[in-house]
């Protein structure tokens, strides 16, 4: 079982950053990756960003072809989170933020963060 707490979104201007933070209840390096998808409305999920945190290729990221050289993702071994930096803020990056860990044991989701990015 994985617990995943999101934090970090909120209301900021176009070309703003903002850092969310996702916290696991368990031991990152037990988890094999993590990921942040987000969902705006009327539209499908997509991945933001993903990286391994346990197994092979430990640190390993990727990303949406739209964030890419904006967002980063990084980890933190000793307070158990990932971070996702994200900077030259667009209005179409508003949406719900949500961080997943993969497991051999199954997959567990945050509830999700509000990022609305304004003109």
């Known amino acids: 079982q994985v617990q995943l707490m999101e934090s970090g979104g909120g209301l900021v201007q176009a070309g703003g950053s903002l850092r969310l933070a996702c916290a696991s209840s368990?031991?990152?390096?037990?988890?094999?990756?993590m990921t942040w998808y987000r969902q705006a409305p009327g539209n499908e999920r997509e991945l933001v960003a993903r990286?391994?945190?346990?197994?092979?290729?430990?640190?390993?990221?990727n990303y949406a072809d739209s964030v890419k050289g904006r967002f980063t993702i990084s980890r933190d071994i000793g307070r158990d989170t990932v971070y996702l930096q994200m900077n030259s803020l667009k209005p179409e990056d508003t949406a719900v933020y949500s961080c997943?860990?993969?497991?051999?044991?199954?997959?567990?989701w945050g509830q999700g963060t509000q990022v609305t990015v304004s003109s």
């Open positions: 990286i391994r945190t346990g197994g092979t290729g430990i640190g390993n990221t």
């Open positions: 368990r031991n990152i390096f037990t988890i094999l990756t």
């Open positions: 997943a860990a993969e497991t051999y044991g199954g997959n567990y």
